[in-house]
Structures are given as C-alpha cells and as structure tokens.
C-alpha cells in the first residue's frame, strides 16, 4: 500500500529536490481514496450477505465514531494483533475518556441538536439583543450539558431535566442570572425553567424566526429530534401560513395559529406540532424569558390530541419524561446513525429495542454511547446493492 | 509579447492595486485577431419574484422598465426581459412538498429530480455543463460554479429533497451536481495566483509532479474498486472521474493569468452580502477576460434560503416572506430583495461593459440568464418565470426589448437556444419542444 507512494516521492525528488519528493508524496497521500473515504471491502462483492468488517476497519469506524478521527498507535497495534475485536469494551472506555472524544461531543451534539444552525441564525437585532459572544455561549452550553452528563455517568434523562447548566456572564445575564462574571462558561444551578435541553437558549433560537418564535419549528423540533417521531411533510399546496391579521385587533400568534389549525387538512399533522412549541412560548425567538408577547399576554398552555394537557416548559418537561423510552430509544438511534455514518434502515428497529431493553428503564447516557459500538450494524457490514 | 507578470501590476503594499488600461499587447494572441468567443453566466434567484413589478406591461422594443428593473437602464440595449417561460419538471407531478429544492435541481437541467434525502439522487445535466463539455476544453477551466450560501451534499434539505438539489445548480451527471465555491478570496487566489513566481520551466515541473501524483492514486483507486460492493464502486468511480478531470486540465497548455487589469483581491466578505456577490461577479468578469473559462454559474442564495436582509429593512426571513399571503406590506419588503438583486446584476452588466475587447466590450460577446425557477413564492408556480438575458451573445441576441411566449413555452427552448448559439449541435435539451426564436 504504502509503496506506491514512496516511489512517487522518489521519482519527484529525482526530477527536482528532495523536498518536493516528499511533498508529492504527502500530496498524493492527501488526495488519496483511502484518505479521503473509509475504504471497507467486501471479499465477495456480490454476496448480500454480512459479514465482520476487519480488525482494522473496526478501528477506523470506532476512531471516527469517539474522536472524528483516524485511530492512533494503540487502536492499530491491537488490530495488527487481531486483538481489537476481544478488548472493544476496554478500548471503548479509553476512547470516551480521552480529551479526543470531546470532537464527538461538539459534532453530534451539533448535528442531533441542530445547533449547527446557530451559525446561521439571524435574529432581528432591533428586537433580540444578539451578538457573537452569544451565539458562542449558547453552542458551548449545549455542548457541556451533553459532556457533563456523559462524563459524569448519569442518566440520558437528565439532558431533559438537569438542575445544572452552563454559563458565561454573557448568556447569564441573557438568562436574568446575577453573579457570573467573565468569558468562562461555568456550571450554575439552572433558573426556574432552563434545566434541560428544553431551556437552552440556542434550542430555542435554532426553532425560531428571525423576528418572532416558531411554535411550529419547535414542536417539529421535539417530535424529530428528542421523539424520532418527524411529522409528515405537508401536503400539496399546503405550504403557505397565512399570516393576514385581524387589523380590528391584532392577534396572538397563537390565535392565528389556531384559525390555520381549522383546517382539517393541516390539523392532522398540527395538532400533534404545536401544542409542544406552545410550551415553550414563554422563551422568546433568541430563547430569553419573557411574560408577554408584543404586549400580549402568553398563553403556554398545551393540548394534545388524545386529551393530555400541560403549562408551560415545565408541564411540557414532566409529559416528556412519562415518554422516556421513547426519548432513550430516539437517542439511541441518533448515535446509531451519527456513530455509522449511515441512516436507519428496518433491520435496526429490533436491534436498538433489544439494546434498549438490555439496558433497562433509565439507561445511562454513556452507556447509550458504548451501545451502539456492540450492535450488529456496527461490527459488520455486507455489499451494498448497485443503484438503479 | 512582454513578460509582464502579475508583481508588476501587483508591488506595494499587500492589496494595492494599479489601475492600469487594458493593453491590446496583452491580450492573448488569439484574440487580438479573432472573434472574441462566446461566454455564458447562468444567475439563479430563491424563492420567486414579485411579478407586479418586475414584468413590464408592454411587449416588444418600446417597454417601460417595471420599478424592479430600473437599474438596468444603462443596459437597456443589452436586456431582453423573457415572459412566458415554464419549467414542468419544477412542478410537484404528485411527489408532494419539496419545491424549493426540486426547482433548484430543475433550473438548468429542466428535468424533475427524483425526491430523496438519500444517496440515489438523480436529476438530469445542467445547460452550462452541457456546454462545458463542447467549448470547455478550450479554456483552462471548463466552467466555474460560484455561489454564497454553503452547499451540503447529504441530508434532508427540503420535505424529503436531498440537500444535494437545493445547494447545486450545475450538474455534469443525472447523479452528480458540480459543487460551487463561495468564498472569493479562495477562488481568486486559486484561478488567478496560482504558480505566482514561477517561471515557465518550473511551472512545468510543477505539473509534472501533480500528474504523477494523480497517477499514484488512479491506480490505487482502481486497485480499491474490484473489492467494492457495487453501491460502493459507483462512489469511487465518481472519485476517479474527478482526478481524470484534473489530469485533462493539467495536459493543457499554460494560460497567463496575468493578463487584464487587475482587480482588489477579495477582502473574503464576512457580512456584506452585496460585498460578498460583487467579489463574485468580479470574479466572473475577470475568469471570462482573461479567457479562463467560458461558461460560468452563480447561485445568489441556495434555493429556499431564509436569509435576512436586514441591511435593506427587511429583517424576516427571505423564504418566509415569499410566503406572503398577499399581504401587500411582505409583497412590498419582497420586492426590495428583488431589486437588491438586480442592483448587483446591473453592477455585472457594467464591469462586463467596461472591458473592451475585439469591436465591443465584454457584454456585447456575453449572455447572462438571470432568474427564478419559481415565479411567486406564495403560489409556488412555475410558468410564466421570471427571466432576464442580459449580454447581446456576439450579435446572436437583439437585445432592448420584452418577449413573451405562448404558455407552456419551456425555459429549455431558451437553453436549447443558447447551446446551439454556442456552436453545440444539440436538437434538444431537457423538455424543449425546439429552440426559442425571436431573439
């Protein structure tokens, strides 16, 4: 494998100077395909059946998963050996505990989260105080709940529910917090209603407008996000909200929400939607407190189809947790996803149920983590059909 | 022809720039004696247009230019704003929501893209890939695909659409869109310094050494693919066509990139977007001088962009806004996004007026399509679209005056029209029903 390359280097440096060998060679190394892709063969192409992935790819996907990264000098000399597969537990551990594994904190919390949008976010300045040092604190918070709560062995549930989060005197005063001084994110008792993803400031302006709160986005956002349960997409036709108001009295955007919701076609996928992101109307579009909305008075009160009802981000918290398998299961699926690099297919829903019953009711967030690396899909592969 | 490189035009301090007239001793060649040839720039706009004020009353050569227009008056001549226009393959054909990401796909390949959030996207060619295959191998580059907005390749962009559609708007395959570059100092320094310093021998070598590079992991790469399941083999194959792509261009012979009066490099616009789209079209203005590449397409925003353009008044989102419910206070803040965009395509139309070249300038041998491939963003429509062809194409194009075509006219009759301008013997392109006449 490695020959090739060092020939190039070789060939270069005869035509030139050594230095240029050498960076031909590295050259060719950068825009290699076993560089560039994680090369998994499959000894028989045309068998669709499984079979283990190798030693050393078994690394490879295992680095990738904990520290978006290639394996280091441990991981590959346990595979030379043959040794990787018997001692995956113990590696495991080492990966969770290395400093590295803090990229898997930032890239999956990122992306199951959708805070990868933050970057994008715009809220209307004449309305939302916002600036960069807020955008940052809110991503950084997020990030070390979810380090934090895996670190320190605790339960998944309690990305839900936390009594603690994390500031800086920037999203402190941004959360009405006295106390916190300087650029240093640090762990605070959580103010009433922000324990938990549900009050993370940069949740909630990912799920909002640049110049109002999205209770639609938000409910969309807890139901495909901590629920794996994504309403459909709208049908035909059914894109446009119509926000024409009642110029006689102006409407709470939960009134209009309402009239729209009249509509049985729209109510079908709406009346599971909002109620959620009504919950949460007391967070304004950049996630700060608020008691009303334009002048308004708030409403946060939900009702789900099937009679349930609750108030506010609290109410919406305790219906969550009378739902924990589902949100342990859809975590569970979500690191399945992120740790493959694939999407879900029909063969994992039984698997991800067996890991979730092996783990019993309130399984730990790390032990979520180390789930997926003894499933099936992770340990294994098969040749992929031909595309049409 | 004198050796004056880019440090000459360039000394002082990092940035700073002569102003110096474009001296016919530089040019190439080729084209102080030939016609110059024809270059091709494709403009793609999210979200639909307020039609009221963007689509003049009268038709022919006698029109008032519609308060979105306007600043096109300087160019009047080199306008034909074109009503009438449709793109079937954008309408939904019973795959549901997803428009926004399906027009992307469909504005220059007029196909319907098949609606997946997973790996087996298809969707068809793109026009200026079409083209980039026929007059490509003459210019250094094929073609030059330029955006603002980041592009993801993967994901669930738009109600089950891949975000490989919305992100992409050239496509070289039905299953491979052509990605786009969106910072322009990058693609300024990569198109325009590259091989800075070096004389002609050590270029040579240079590209030597790149070629044997490429040769290095082709043969890797084909050694990898016989022990590839099928779905993987295609992904690989596509690796390979892009390192065979790259060793073409090597084989070709060195362009000087030091022709042309020079421009500020990019300051890499954080923040201004019509900083950021100026630095674009500079950028096309200077990639089609300089003869670098012939063919070229520039996505304003990805397709359904929210963007806030709150530097114009209007802080809502972009695709929130298109979604107006009539109202005519979003119609209004709509139509202000639109003119923005046609404030920067005017400031295009006059750097390309501003370079002379053959018996014109570098507008009279240019055409520009500038457009959405939805007309309303409340409807969702796609007949009758708003598009502009700015440029006079050599004298293939008249120019001044406001067409409009039968209903249903596909957009891909003006493609069609285009390609065959360009010399490409093409019969049909997309769904066209035959290449549109009167221009």
Same mark, same amino acid.
């Given at each position: ?28 190394? &950068? ?40 394996? @280091? ?21 080492? &990966?969770?505990? @290395?400093? =590295? ?37 809110? =991503? ?32 402190? =005063? ?67 909200? *119509?926000?024409?108001? $009642? ?34 109307? #007391? ?12 002048? &308004? ?92 | ?5 880019? #440090? ?53 050569? $006698? ?53 997946? $959030? ?9 026009? $200026? ?63 325009? &310094? ?20 490429? *040769? ?15 779905? *993987? =083999? ?75 353009? #709150? ?129």
């Amino acid at each position: 494998e490695v020959e090739a390359y060092a020939l190039l280097a070789r060939d270069v440096a005869a035509d030139g100077t050594f230095e240029q060998g050498l960076r031909a060679g590295l050259q060719a190394a &950068l825009v290699s395909p076993h560089f560039l892709y994680k090369v998994e063969v499959d000894p028989d192409p045309a068998s669709p059946s499984p079979h283990p992935v190798t030693e050393h790819e078994l690394a490879v996907r295992l680095a990738y998963y904990l520290w978006s990264g290639p394996p @280091d000098e441990r991981l590959r000399a346990l595979a030379d050996a043959g040794r990787l597969r018997a001692g995956l537990a113990g590696e495991v551990d080492r &990966l969770l505990d @290395d400093p =590295r594994a803090a990229r898997f904190v930032e890239q999956f919390v990122g992306q199951w989260l959708q805070l990868r949008r933050l970057a994008d976010a715009s809220p209307d300045p004449d309305r939302f105080p916002w600036d960069e040092g807020l955008r940052e604190a809110m =991503r950084l918070e997020s990030e070390l709940l979810f380090e934090a709560v895996l670190r320190e062995g605790r339960g998944a549930l309690d990305l839900l529910d936390a009594p603690f989060t994390f500031v800086d005197e920037r999203l402190a =005063r941004h959360y009405g917090l006295d106390g916190v001084a300087g650029p240093r994110l640090r762990r605070v008792a959580a103010p009433p209603g922000r324990g938990g993803l549900l009050g993370h400031a940069g949740v909630l302006t990912v799920t909002s407008n640049p110049t109002r709160t999205s209770p639609v986005k938000r409910g969309k956002w807890v139901l495909e996000v901590l629920l794996d349960d994504p309403p459909p997409p709208p049908l035909p036709g059914m894109d446009s909200l *119509d926000e024409a108001h $009642d110029a006689a009295r102006p409407l709470t955007l939960r009134e209009r929400l309402e009239r729209h919701r009249q509509d049985p076609a729209c109510a079908r996928c709406h009346l599971r939607m909002d109620p959620l992101g009504f919950g949460l109307e #007391r967070f304004d579009a950049v996630g700060a407190w608020r008691e009303q909305d334009e002048g &308004l008075p708030i409403d946060d009160t939900g009702a789900l189809p099937g009679g349930l009802t609750f108030e506010g981000v609290d109410g919406l918290r305790g219906y969550l947790r009378g739902r924990s398998r589902d949100l342990a299961r859809a975590l569970a699926k979500k690191l399945m996803v992120y740790g493959l690099g694939r999407g879900p297919v029909a063969a994992d829903e039984g698997a991800l149920d067996a890991l979730l019953d092996a783990l019993g009711p309130d399984p730990g967030l790390a032990d979520l983590v180390v789930g997926v690396t003894r499933l099936d899909a992770f340990q294994k592969r098969r040749a992929a059909k031909g595309g049409r | 022809m004198s050796e004056l490189t880019r #440090r000459t035009f360039l000394r002082g301090a990092a940035g700073a720039t002569l102003g110096l007239p474009l001296l016919e001793s530089l040019l190439p060649a080729a084209r102080a004696s030939e016609r110059p040839p024809l270059r091709l720039l494709f403009v793609f706009l999210p979200n639909g247009v307020h039609m009221p004020a963007w689509t003049p009353e009268r038709v022919g050569g $006698d029109f008032a230019l519609p308060p979105t227009l306007e600043p096109l008056a300087p160019y009047r001549r080199q306008l034909t704003v074109l009503s009438g226009l449709t793109l079937d393959g954008a309408r939904d054909h019973g795959d549901g929501p997803g428009d926004h990401a399906r027009a992307g796909g469909a504005f220059l390949t007029g196909a319907h893209p098949r609606k997946t $959030d997973g790996a087996d996207i298809h969707n068809g060619v793109s026009v $200026d890939q079409v083209l980039a295959q026929a007059i490509g191998p003459a210019t250094p580059l094929p073609s030059l695909e330029l955006g603002c907005d980041p592009s993801a390749q993967g994901g669930n962009c738009d109600s089950g659409y891949s975000c490989a559609y919305s992100s992409n708007i050239a496509w070289s395959s039905p299953t491979t869109p052509v990605a786009k570059e969106i910072d322009p100092r990058a693609v300024f320094e990569r198109l325009f &310094l590259d091989g800075e310093g070096l004389t002609p021998d050590q270029r040579a070598r240079r590209d030597r050494q790149r070629a044997s590079v490429l *040769d290095v992991v082709l043969e890797d790469a084909k050694r990898v693919r016989g022990r590839l399941g099928q779905g *993987d =083999r295609r992904k690989l194959e596509e690796y390979m066509d892009a390192v065979r792509a790259l060793e073409k261009r090597l084989g070709k012979p060195q362009r000087r990139r030091s022709e042309g009066p020079p421009v500020a490099p990019p300051t890499g616009a954080a923040g201004d977007y019509g900083e950021h789209i100026r630095r674009m079209y500079d950028i096309v203005r200077l990639a089609f001088q300089t003869d670098t590449t012939r063919v070229a397409t520039f996505m304003t925003a990805n397709a359904g962009s929210n963007r806030s353009y #709150r530097f114009l008044g209007v802080p809502e989102g972009h695709h929130d806004l298109s979604h107006h419910g009539r109202d005519p206070e979003r119609q209004a803040k709509l139509q202000r996004i639109n003119r923005f965009q046609v404030e920067q395509l005017a400031y295009l139309l006059g750097q390309l007026a501003a370079v002379e070249e053959g018996r014109g300038t570098l507008l009279d041998h240019t055409l520009v399509v500038f457009g959405s491939a939805i007309r309303d963003g409340d409807a969702h429509d796609h007949h009758d679209l708003p598009v502009l062809l700015c440029g006079r194409g050599g004298g293939s194009v008249q120019g001044g005056r406001h067409l409009r075509f039968a209903q249903e006219t596909p957009l891909c009759n003006l493609y069609l029209a285009l390609l065959q301008r360009a010399g490409v013997r093409a019969t049909s392109f997309g769904d066209s029903r035959g290449a549109l006449e009167g221009l």
